[in-house]
């Protein structure tokens, strides 16, 4: 079969590979119809992900047909569409059994990292009971791609672990996918207000459109005072970090009211600096969490009744083969305006 | 009337001041009957809490008797026995009615802060009637002047915000007055093992003393080693920080299970620096906290009921007169082995 | 002033009758500007509620204009617009800092029940500092009525001990003024089915309107069995009981799934047979509550931000003058097709 | 082997019965070493539970050791000692995902049940990663007997739904094995009073041991006056319903205070009456439960810090072989004084 293979630091090829084979009962087989790009694997490209050795195949993200099940396998045969989950669950440790999926022991983020992934025309998938879901009857295809990672991560790690309420006053830092996957489910909990941050126009027009009640572009540097304005010196209820440098944290830490929440979503490189010396009389909540992907059934509900529109989050479609040139696209983002891009293998 | 008089960095003494007078409807007058030193009126004394004017009668616990209420105060009476609460709330204001007393619009901590406090014969208490507590009738005055503040402050920072429960692995950083009210207080919900932390070894020994399971020295700068090694590699579910400096709030954030929750209940002078580039994947929840007294209630009932036993705290008795000798001995504390003093006046 | 009196069952009459003075230093008196009239009123009409007896002024609804406030009040100056709640706090009491305002030992329902009430031209309002709310710039006032009882009513005994989240399949069980205010406020939280049940088709189509997926008259006895063939006989997650009577309970009983929750708006006259030797095993939640009106502030701001269109309720009009006639119109709801009035006093 | 088995409604044999083998890749073989009773098997034995037919081996309870796994079994190997849980779970069924083991859908309890069961030499176990649980080292398997059913019901059913938390005065209807687990792990969450209703003496002298701080006999039929009486009127905040009959709930129902909680654990047979013309005003949350034994693994905590004991339920040990002698003791209990009887197979 043909797959993205990743060869060390800015190489990367479309080629031949063995196609993957039943290891473990708990396996299944998937051939993907649809998958994407992250903005993680241009990380990976980077070489900055060092779990990520030559010769992987990546992606961690899809849909596709079952082809083949391992024999401990009952909730799917071959066949069934499914959707991918990011993060691979055991079902079974203690982690598992806490919802902790991203933690699984024998799982985790494995597709695409420790193991090959979804940037293929097949895929083995372990622990398939509990890492893949069944796609509902008449649900597009393209909307459920983003369910495998950004959606999960935007609700998970920036809605749910911010506890946003109806009323509430919302700052997200980062208009990409994530960011706008997070302004997007922020939405099932009817805030009063949700500001975007970001430097880039363009994002802040597509946020707009997305539910955005207000804009912010922080490019000046002066995000903090122009939050502060826009909420009477108040500050928000709730702050998410959806980029990952010590800036964007700094500016959340800095506009969340006393009671607050600072839900981090952003894949961090370095510390930061945590101004406990005025927030420890602030009352403040903050979290940190890679996705689990236990809500993956309640958006897969969210998105059958249509009140989630993933969808709008696609900017450019190729054919799988295509792969290389899409890399480029999306390496390319502000350029060519990207947010997600479909890969299509029909 | 006598009081204790902060004049300036180092600078107090016991002298005559006039007595508190009603200035509204709301407030009442108290007579102390007996009161304490917190950690922080040293840090007043040291000039570290610049709100502290000259002048200002220090002192935010003790329990008393109402001498005197404004037309507005339904709930007191005069001759009424009360706990003074450290945090002064209005009842009315949106902190208030959400249960953030600590930032209540007209009060929080204002007593001995920026108004004058309890270490006096008479102290006003604004907003009485949501300010103060009835003492239930044979309950041991000494053991509820310890819930002015530091049982309260344990509680609430340290064991609900950190959420310990039951058969949870905690860690205490810190076994001074605040961190021994957060050891008693975290039994409530009857954990496996709390490792208390600290460099005094006569701390420790009244730590096992009352209830931790393991102790940990941290003098020799290896309480990370040590903790991993009690708890066979894995971390703590719950890290809670009484200390106030960078290099106990970085024990908690390395100690930390995937998971679980650091609390922070010290003050701090200055920022720390937070290890994102580990902890965004790591499902942490940090919280801080500056006390609401909120719980004040729920903890006079488990008083009333032998539950918890907050005299134990007690080291060091005087009369309210001898508070300058008070001052000494507390601020000499490891040598004089003291945790809390009491005064009396009575 | 004029107010609307209540002279035993059946009889009420618009009269003269003196108008209200401060009693008490946290009294405000209020200038009714806009109100309605509740079912409540029809049932005490009716000699149904024994705690309201002849010469009481009826009405616990409505908006007005501060005439005058005691000298403990802090919060409200006259001249202030104010949203009255059905609900007086002491904000002092256990239960009130409990946030158990309905159950207040000074206050809880006493407006139009055991103290005068809203439908005059002036009333006397107890513990305004936590009873009254200012009215935010540029709200439309008629909206703002329905906030001093069934919005409240519908989202906290409803919704909120529902527990509705995204993805729910819910069931509201009678869909007057209460249960349509549930349906709109079930909405923050982005269910996917809300499926209303009444016996009135005209109710039925503006629950479609308003945002009920499904509906279902009941009038043929057979609403349990059309619930199960919508839910593809699983049965909904919350079930919302808003009409008070054992039938409509029996329902919710019976369609609630495994795990699920029952939610009591309604008030009952009598008893209702629990059939616990079914659902001992059904790992279900069933609550009830008496308003306590603590989702004020944020029903405000939902209203400020557009989010919730309250004013949808509104099907008639009348100046307070016509209370008379408004009150016919109302007991006549279902050939009148009315829902709430509003009594207007500009 | 040899196994207990029902012949129908009265009639029990200890006899030989084929061993059981592995019939599913996800099962294990279990030989029991300690095995024990429950109220349900005396039930059973009353011919009550129509889904358990002639034939069956009986018993839910047991630990042993692993004779032999399926291929896709990995937590446990031949040789492992183990807890079997009272209830299966296939760990992948919508229901075992939301931790909702009781009503999971290939699972739930079987065992004894609609499969055979644990009073037998060996027990085959299905899903045997996420129903059986790893014994820690110098744990007392006796304790541990315990585990299966009796502690988990009594956690999760009563203390954990009823929400205990400290300071509480909580209520236990019902003085049997399951009531007195209740009582044990209640005090978990530092309630300040327990009060125990029986209409056993001896049970509420066990009762008093265990930690009661009050006992109630309710053969006078005036438990609703005596708690009332020693609640100074005031009501439970949670009362625990531990007994399944309808006069037990309605005392439950009548002595909850405002906003507090109902949780019902016993077994009922038929319908109760629920009081919603009082209660639909009165803020309480009643709740049924299936136990999930989702508290396994943290009650395998208390037990191993000795923080929980629940080999002081224990009252009879005999050889497994003495069952038929064992069923007539534990059937004859309040006589016998017995609570749970041991059945060693060593």
């Known amino acids: 079969m043909k797959a993205l293979v990743y060869h060390g630091p800015g190489k990367r090829a479309w080629e031949e590979t063995p196609k993957p084979v039943l290891k473990a009962e708990t396996d299944a087989i998937v051939r993907i119809t649809k998958t ?48 991918i989950s990011c993060i691979t669950s055991c079902g079974k440790c203690d982690y598992c059994k ?66 946003v309420k109806p009323g509430d006053t919302v700052a997200i830092v980062g ?48 995000a903090v005072e122009k939050v502060m304005a826009l909420t009477k010196n108040k500050g928000v209820d709730v702050a998410i970090e959806a980029v990952g440098i010590p800036a964007t944290f700094d500016i959340c830490q800095t506009i969340v009211t006393a009671g607050g929440h600072i839900a981090n979503v952003g894949v961090h490189g370095k510390s930061v600096e945590l101004r406990l010396e005025k927030l420890w009389a602030h009352n403040i909540t903050l979290t940190t969490r890679l996705v689990d992907t236990v809500t993956t059934p309640l958006l897969l509900k969210t998105v059958a009744s249509g009140r989630l529109q993933p969808k709008q989050l696609i900017t450019h479609r190729f054919r799988l083969s295509e792969i290389m040139k899409a890399y480029d696209t999306f390496g390319n983002a502000a350029q060519e305006r990207a947010l997600k891009v479909i890969l299509v293998n029909e």
Chains 1, 2, 3, 4 share one sequence.
């Open 98 to 163: 806490k919802g902790l999926y991203s933690h699984c022991e024998h799982g985790g983020w494995v597709l695409g990292n420790t193991i090959n992934g979804t940037q293929a025309e097949y895929v083995r998938i372990p622990f398939a009971d509990t890492s893949l879901y069944h796609i509902p009857d008449r649900t597009d295809g393209e909307a459920l791609v983003m369910l495998s990672d950004i959606f999960p991560t935007g609700f998970e790690c920036g809605v749910l672990n911010g506890q």
């Open 175 to 222: 208009a990409g996918p994530i960011g706008l996957a997070t302004l997007l489910t922020a939405q099932f909990y009817s805030p009063s207000e949700i500001i975007m941050i970001d430097l880039d126009e363009n994002r802040l027009a597509v946020s707009q459109k997305f539910g955005a009640t207000k804009v912010v572009n922080s490019s000046d540097g002066k």
């Open 36 to 83: 994407t790009i992250c903005g993680t694997d241009l990380h990976i490209m980077k070489g900055d992900v060092p779990t990520v050795t030559p010769d992987r195949i990546l992606g961690h993200e899809g849909i596709g047909v079952v082809a083949e099940v391992g024999k401990a396998v009952s909730n799917f045969h071959a066949g069934a569409r499914v959707l």
